[in-house]
Each structure stands twice: as structure tokens, then as C-alpha cells.
């Protein structure tokens, strides 16, 4: 027996049928951006996605328009402060539509930009609020960091790319630097993070090892992922920590509160690796210019002294004999006289020292007359 069937192009005009009578009128979407892509043609590509905890349970594509994209995108930038990026939650107004060749499409018309900035902006605002007002801000640029900082506690996740390039990146570099790094693992992302870094922040504190600084390790995320930065809690529990906490945090483009409180911030796990380095480059190349310095400076003195040597060797060498013992002469002369002069007061056999120029001249009396 044949089996009943239809063909592909039939079946998805069926389904295109149903979907846009089903969904006659535009609707408003909340979803995050997987990805944006806008073309050199104008139009603004997308992936949304919706995920529960760590599992994606829906993804459509989307798609602006040029006409509405020019419009849409200028908006969004003046509203946020910034362009369409993956990882931002938004609340869009589609059309939905179904192809034969390209399935489901969400066409957005329109973006409320509100939502994206919305709660979590919000509460990043307030905890920035808080932290000025009760002195958080600046207390761990008050903290110095040792001269030469070796004694690192690292909180990150023990399978996280950004440590493994971290610790690659500082204890096998070429200078020969050795560092000691101990690994303080807690989340770094989701609703449990701030609670768990900040217990990790408690338990460097509370080591016997005297740890030089605290360094908090995260690669990119979605802003999802890295809103736990801005939690208030966890930007207090670093701007009291008692040790100088560095954080490098996200992607390029992120700047979060834990950023504004900590000690220094930097971009990635290798740039904040060069930051101690540097430490010890620094302290390296101050040594030695002291070297430099004490080098110049004995050979210097010693070159002195060798001009001084030449000096006498030469006018030892050009002196003529008959003017050394003209001087001679010349002194012995002028002792004699002194000696006359003095006769009635000195004895036979008185010994006398005569000063004379620059030097003196000892004799004795062997007959008065």
C-alpha cells in the first residue's frame, strides 16, 4: 500500500499558515542576545535564547531591518549607553513569520530599552550609591601592596581558562621570577557567586599564610553571568578586605562594581599576571642601575687615580738632577743662615731644626766658633 504523505514545500505553507494566524499582530518578546551581527547591507542579525540556570530551552532568530535598525540603533545607544551586544536582555516588539526556505523569523520593530537597563542597572546604581555613601569606594587604594608581592590567593573556578592562562603566563615566564600561588575555589557566576567569593575573600584573611594580595580571576560571560560583580555584598566583603584584592573581570568592554572598589583592576587573567611581573622587572632593573652605577663610579676613581700616577711619573721623568740639587743647595744654604743667626743661643753638639719653605731641615751643631 502507498503511504499517504505530503511534500516539503506543502508542509511548511501549512506551518507558515498556522503560525501567522496564530500570531496575527505584533507581540512583545523578552529574550537575551546569543549573538548580533549587522551586516554591511544594513540589517541587524540576531540569535535570541532563553535559558533556565545553565540549560538553553529556547532559541529563535531575529532580525532589524536597515530602515528600523538606523532607528532602533540610535535609540538603544542614547538610552544604554551603549550598541546591541550578546548577553543583553531585552524586551523587543516582533512580527512573527515563518519562510519555507528560513523557518521562523522574529522581525523586532521596536526595543524597550528600559527593560535592558532596567532592574539590574538599577540595583548596580543603588549598590554604587551605598558604597560611596557608607566610604567603600577608595578604602582599598588606602592598602599597599609589598614591594615585591610573591604570596598570591587566587579566587576562581580550578577549571577556568582564565586561571589556567593566569598561572602559565606568571610562573613560566622567561625571567626566571618565581611566584607562589594558592587557588581559593568558588562560583563565579549565577545567584550563588557573591556568597561564595566573598567566603573565599573571609578565608584568605583568615589564613596563617600571609597572602600579598587577593586576586579574583573571571573570563567573559553574558552580563547575566557577570552580574553577580555588582552585587553590594560582594563589592563590600572586597572593599573591607584587609589585603589588596585585584580583579580581572569579563571582557574588555565590562567595567563592573567590583572593578570601582577593588585595589587595581585589569582586563584579563595575563594582564594582571604582567602586573607583578612588572613588580619584579622594576625592582630588577632599579638594581641594576645601582650596578651601573657603582661600576662607573670605581672605574672613575680609578681613572683618577691612574692620572694622578702618570702625573708624578711625568714630572719625575722631565725633572733635571742639576735643578734638584741647585734646590738642595739653595735649602741647605738658607739652614745654614738661620743657624748663624741663632749661634749665641745654641751649643756645640745642640741639634737644630730649621723650617724652611714647604719642608724643614734637622742639623747639629759639631763646633761653635
Same mark, same amino acid.
Not at 148 to 167: H, K, N, Q
Not at 226 to 233: H, M
Not at 338 to 355: N, Y
Given at each position: 500500500?502507498?503511504?499517504?504523505?505530503?511534500? %516539503?514545500?506543502?508542509?511548511?505553507?501549512?506551518?507558515?499558515?498556522?503560525?501567522?494566524?496564530? @500570531?496575527?499582530?505584533?507581540?512583545?518578546?523578552?529574550?537575551?542576545?546569543?549573538?548580533?551581527?549587522?551586516?554591511?547591507?544594513?540589517?541587524?542579525?540576531?540569535?535570541?535564547?532563553?535559558?533556565?540556570?545553565?540549560?538553553?530551552?529556547?532559541?529563535?532568530?531575529?532580525?532589524?531591518?536597515?530602515?528600523?535598525?538606523?532607528?532602533?540603533?540610535?535609540?538603544?545607544?542614547?538610552?544604554?549607553?551603549?550598541?546591541?551586544?550578546?548577553?543583553?536582555? !531585552?524586551?523587543? $516588539?516582533?512580527?512573527?513569520?515563518?519562510?519555507?526556505?528560513?523557518?521562523?523569523?522574529?522581525?523586532?520593530?521596536?526595543?524597550?530599552?528600559?527593560?535592558?537597563?532596567?532592574?539590574?542597572?538599577?540595583?548596580?546604581?543603588?549598590?554604587?550609591?551605598?558604597?560611596?555613601? =557608607?566610604?567603600?569606594?577608595?578604602?582599598?587604594?588606602?592598602?599597599?601592596? /609589598?614591594?615585591?608581592?610573591?604570596?598570591?590567593?587566587?579566587?576562581?573556578?580550578?577549571?577556568?581558562?582564565?586561571?589556567?592562562?593566569?598561572?602559565?603566563?606568571?610562573?613560566?615566564?622567561?625571567?626566571?621570577?618565581?611566584?607562589?600561588?594558592?587557588? @581559593?575555589? *568558588?562560583?563565579?557566576?549565577?545567584?550563588?557567586?557573591?556568597?561564595?567569593?566573598?567566603?573565599?575573600?573571609?578565608?584568605?584573611?583568615?589564613?596563617?599564610?600571609?597572602?600579598?594580595?587577593?586576586?579574583?580571576? $573571571?573570563?567573559?560571560?553574558?552580563?547575566?553571568?557577570?552580574?553577580?560583580?555588582?552585587?553590594?555584598?560582594?563589592?563590600?566583603?572586597?572593599?573591607?578586605?584587609?589585603?589588596?584584592? @585585584?580583579?580581572? !573581570?569579563?571582557?574588555?568592554? =565590562?567595567?563592573?562594581?567590583?572593578?570601582?572598589? *577593588?585595589?587595581?583592576?585589569?582586563?584579563?587573567?595575563?594582564?594582571? *599576571?604582567?602586573?607583578?611581573?612588572?613588580?619584579?622587572?622594576?625592582? =630588577?632593573?632599579?638594581?641594576?642601575?645601582?650596578?651601573?652605577?657603582?661600576? %662607573?663610579? @670605581?672605574?672613575?676613581?680609578?681613572?683618577?687615580?691612574? &692620572?694622578?700616577?702618570?702625573?708624578?711619573?711625568?714630572? !719625575?721623568?722631565?725633572?733635571? /738632577?742639576?735643578? !734638584?740639587? &741647585? $734646590?738642595?743647595?739653595?735649602?741647605?744654604?738658607? *739652614?745654614?743662615?738661620?743657624?748663624?743667626?741663632?749661634?749665641? =743661643?745654641?751649643?756645640?753638639?745642640?741639634?737644630?731644626?730649621?723650617?724652611?719653605?714647604?719642608?724643614?731641615?734637622?742639623? $747639629?751643631?759639631?763646633?761653635?766658633?
Amino acid at each position: 500500500m502507498e503511504k499517504a504523505f505530503i511534500d %516539503l514545500y506543502t508542509l511548511q505553507m501549512h506551518m507558515r499558515a498556522g503560525v501567522e494566524d496564530m @500570531f496575527p499582530e505584533r507581540v512583545w518578546v523578552r529574550a537575551e542576545i546569543s549573538s548580533v551581527s549587522v551586516k554591511s547591507n544594513g540589517h541587524c542579525y540576531m540569535e535570541l535564547s532563553q535559558n533556565e540556570g545553565s540549560t538553553t530551552v529556547a532559541k529563535a532568530k531575529a532580525v532589524i531591518w536597515r530602515t528600523k535598525y538606523q532607528m532602533l540603533g540610535r535609540y538603544f545607544r542614547q538610552a544604554t549607553g551603549g550598541d546591541l551586544a550578546a548577553g543583553m536582555t !531585552i524586551l523587543a $516588539r516582533v512580527q512573527v513569520t515563518y519562510s519555507e526556505l528560513y523557518g521562523l523569523t522574529l522581525s523586532i520593530d521596536d526595543i524597550d530599552a528600559d527593560v535592558t537597563v532596567g532592574a539590574r542597572e538599577r540595583e548596580r546604581q543603588e549598590a554604587i550609591a551605598r558604597l560611596t555613601e =557608607d566610604g567603600s569606594m577608595e578604602l582599598q587604594r588606602t592598602l599597599e601592596l /609589598p614591594l615585591l608581592p610573591y604570596r598570591l590567593a587566587v579566587i576562581s573556578a580550578d577549571t577556568a581558562a582564565g586561571y589556567g592562562d593566569f598561572c602559565r603566563h606568571l610562573l613560566e615566564n622567561s625571567y626566571g621570577f618565581h611566584f607562589s600561588v594558592d587557588l @581559593f575555589e *568558588a562560583a563565579m557566576q549565577g545567584a550563588s557567586a557573591p556568597a561564595s567569593i566573598s567566603d573565599a575573600l573571609d578565608a584568605i584573611q583568615a589564613s596563617p599564610v600571609p597572602y600579598d594580595a587577593a586576586l579574583i580571576l $573571571r573570563g567573559g560571560g553574558s552580563e547575566l553571568d557577570l552580574a553577580c560583580f555588582d552585587d553590594y555584598g560582594l563589592c563590600y566583603s572586597i572593599a573591607h578586605c584587609g589585603v589588596p584584592v @585585584f580583579t580581572a !573581570i569579563g571582557h574588555d568592554r =565590562d567595567y563592573h562594581v567590583a572593578d570601582m572598589v *577593588a585595589h587595581t583592576f585589569v582586563k584579563t587573567p595575563t594582564a594582571l *599576571a604582567d602586573v607583578f611581573l612588572d613588580c619584579y622587572l622594576s625592582e =630588577d632593573e632599579r638594581i641594576a642601575s645601582y650596578s651601573t652605577r657603582l661600576r %662607573l663610579a @670605581f672605574r672613575s676613581r680609578v681613572a683618577q687615580m691612574e &692620572s694622578r700616577v702618570e702625573l708624578m711619573h711625568s714630572r !719625575i721623568r722631565s725633572a733635571d /738632577p742639576r735643578s !734638584i740639587l &741647585s $734646590r738642595g743647595y739653595t735649602l741647605v744654604s738658607d *739652614a745654614a743662615g738661620v743657624v748663624l743667626k741663632r749661634a749665641a =743661643d745654641v751649643k756645640e753638639g745642640d741639634e737644630v731644626t730649621v723650617m724652611f719653605g714647604d719642608g724643614t731641615l734637622g742639623c $747639629r751643631v759639631l763646633k761653635k766658633k
